[in-house]
C-alpha cells in the first residue's frame, strides 16, 4: 500500500488522539468509536486508520501492516517494541503502573519478611522486572483484565495495573502501595515504513510533535 495507514484503538486513547490527529490535518470521515468498520478513511485520500486492540497496535506496526500507530507506554513494554520507532510521547492518556492491593493487607511487611507474593497482572514484563529490582520473589498470574478483583477472592496477593484516579482501586477496598512508572501513549512508527515512506510520513511526525508541544 503507497499510502499511510495509521493503527488506532478505541475508547481511552483515541478520545485523546482525535485533537492530534485533526493538528496532523487528518480527519476521519466516520467516527471510529461509533462505527463497526475497522478501516476508516480519512479527509485525505492517502491517509487511512485501523481500528485495533490496543494490545495489537504495535503487533500491526511492527509487521508493517500499520505505518504509524498510538500505543501506552505500558503496551509498549509488554511488546518489546521490536521493529519500532518510538520517536514521540504524545503525553497522552496519562496514568500511573502501580502495585496495589487489599486494604487490610501490610505489604511493606510482607517485603521485609522476605514472603513470596502472588502478584495477578496483564502486564508481566513489567512485573517480572519490578519485583525482580526489589529482590522480592513473586509467583505472576497472567490475566487478561478485571485484575482488581483477584486480591478480593484469595487468587493473588497484590496486583500490578493501571490507576488513573484511583476510583477503581478504592470502590474495590484496594489501595495503592507503589509506583512502577508513569505512563502516557507515544506515537510509533515501522521501521522500513519511515525510511521508504519518509516524504509522505515526516510531516504528519512534526504535526504530532508539534501538537503535543502546543
Ligand atoms: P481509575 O479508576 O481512574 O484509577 O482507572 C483505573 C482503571 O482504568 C483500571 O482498570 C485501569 O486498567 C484503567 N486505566 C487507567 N488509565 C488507563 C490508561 N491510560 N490506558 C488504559 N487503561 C487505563
Not at 508513569?182 to 521508504?196: E, F, M, T, W, Y
Request: one cysteine or more; a neutral charge; hydrophobic letters at 45%.
Amino acid at each position: 500500500m503507497s499510502g499511510i495507514t495509521i493503527a488506532l484503538s478505541k475508547g481511552r486513547i483515541f478520545d485523546e488522539t482525535a485533537p492530534l490527529l485533526e493538528a496532523a490535518g487528518i480527519a476521519p470521515v466516520e467516527s471510529p468509536e461509533s462505527s463497526r468498520r475497522l478501516i476508516i478513511g480519512t479527509n485525505r485520500q492517502d491517509v487511512r486508520l485501523i481500528v485495533v486492540r490496543a494490545s495489537d497496535v504495535p503487533t500491526y506496526v511492527q509487521y508493517g501492516a500499520a505505518d504509524l500507530g498510538i500505543a501506552g507506554k505500558d503496551v509498549l513494554l509488554e511488546h518489546g517494541g521490536e521493529g519500532l520507532y518510538q520517536p514521540v510521547d504524545l503525553n497522552i492518556a496519562r496514568c500511573r503502573m502501580m502495585v496495589a492491593v487489599a486494604d487490610g493487607f501490610d505489604y511493606e511487611r510482607a517485603v521485609r519478611q522476605g514472603a513470596r507474593l502472588r502478584v495477578a497482572t496483564k502486564y508481566l514484563r513489567v512485573a517480572r522486572e519490578h519485583f525482580a529490582g526489589k529482590g522480592v520473589h513473586v509467583d505472576l498470574i497472567k490475566l487478561y483484565g478485571s485484575m482488581e478483583l483477584a486480591p478480593l477472592v484469595g487468587l493473588a496477593d497484590a496486583i500490578v495495573d493501571l490507576v488513573d484516579t484511583g476510583n477503581t482501586l478504592r470502590e474495590n477496598n484496594l489501595k495503592p502501595v507503589e509506583e512502577i512508572m508513569p505512563i502516557s501513549s507515544r506515537l510509533i512508527i515501522n521501521q522500513a515504513s519511515l525510511k521508504l515512506k519518509r516524504a509522505a510520513l515526516q510531516p504528519l511526525i512534526d504535526g504530532f510533535a508539534s501538537a503535543v508541544t502546543a
